[in-house]
């Protein structure tokens, strides 16, 4: 029956159904709303940038509004900090001079969006949010996702600015080292990453970059990769990746820290064998920083990087600091 239904569904209602996705059905849904989680709210951000991310971020949860509300304005705020080089409208070119932006989102009902190669957009985290919430797709790249952008009125940029632009113009004559292998450092770090669990214990996260600063034109690392750069399961809980994304592609690194929490590892635990599962896939981790910071429905967190010198913010209602993680090894 269900088979000849199908057959004699038209163009209209089969379109009808391409536009107009069931993205979940109700009776699969977490009851995240009789959820008996009472750890109260929780943010935490890859870098010293995720102090006034979080800040930012608590004050939706402070009036009330969801993990995703918070994750989106968390990453709001770095998109707009010009002194940022690796984020936003302050983000590092590619190597023929564009400024191409890469964002992802995520909530607790496993909806998600993305957006890669945007350029010219001040807000890529909210034009992913915008996917994942008015189309049946997750992912929208290049100019395809900055006419998308520019269809909803979104805010746009000028990039790269002018002192960057002196930035790269040095780098053209010069063809520094780094276009061959970056320094992931506080400098450098690739990305800012966002987990927040909320009073009813709802878990969001959310990734936004510019990228490897002088990249080649058209890459994309893991941060807009739904599974490497962020991954959120309500079952379980979310983590999210910094560094160098090529290396945490090849784990599937923010998906694998979720799915080692499932076999019941703590947050650091599990971010520790995910850093020990990507070494072993290089033969040199010369100069080669990955790290993970990862969340748990019972609002544990915690975090692991291959070299010493990563952390990353932590806030809750009476705690707001910098952590630094547990390391494989030492530059």
């Not at 964002?103 to 909806?111: F, K, L, Q």
């Not at 290089?282 to 692991?304: R, S, Y």
């Amino acid at each position: 029956m269900e088979r000849r239904s199908f057959v004699k569904l038209g163009a209209v209602g089969l379109a009808a159904s391409v536009v107009s996705p069931v993205f979940s059905r109700e009776e699969n849904f977490l009851k995240t709303e009789t959820s008996e989680y009472n750890g109260g709210a929780k943010m935490i951000s890859t870098w010293s940038h995720g102090q006034p991310a979080n800040q930012a971020g608590w004050k939706k949860l402070e009036a009330g509004g969801s993990s995703l509300d918070a994750v989106e304005e968390g990453a709001r705020q770095t998109e707009s900090d010009v002194t940022n080089r690796s984020v936003g409208i302050g983000g590092m070119p590619d190597r023929e001079g564009h400024v191409t932006l890469d964002a992802c989102i995520m909530d607790w009902e496993s909806n998600c969006g993305s957006v890669g190669c945007l350029e010219g957009i001040a807000h890529p985290i909210s034009v992913a949010k915008h996917i994942m919430q008015n189309t049946p797709h997750v992912m929208l790249v290049g100019a395809g996702a900055k006419q998308y952008a520019l269809k909803h009125q979104f805010e746009t940029i000028k990039t790269p600015l002018p002192e960057v632009k002196k930035e790269w113009e040095k780098w053209k004559k010069e063809q520094a080292a780094i276009s061959k292998k970056p320094e992931i450092n506080h400098e450098n770090h690739d990305t800012i990453g966002l987990l927040a669990i909320d009073k009813q214990g709802r878990i969001s996260g959310a990734c936004t970059t510019s990228g490897w600063a002088y990249k080649l034109p058209g890459r994309l690392g893991d941060s807009p990769i739904i599974g490497s750069g962020l991954f959120v399961d309500q079952e379980v809980g979310g983590a999210v990746a910094t560094g160098l994304g090529e290396s945490i592609i090849r784990i599937a690194g923010a998906h694998t820290v979720v799915e080692l929490m499932r076999q019941g590892k703590s947050p650091e635990q599990a971010c520790k064998e995910t850093v020990q599962r990507l070494i072993r896939k290089h033969k040199d981790m010369t100069g080669l920083q990955c790290a993970f910071i990862a969340i748990n429905t019972k609002g544990e967190v915690g975090g692991f990087s291959v070299y010493n010198g990563f952390n990353y913010a932590l806030k809750t209602n009476d705690r707001d600091e910098l952590i630094d993680t547990p390391f494989d090894r030492k530059w």
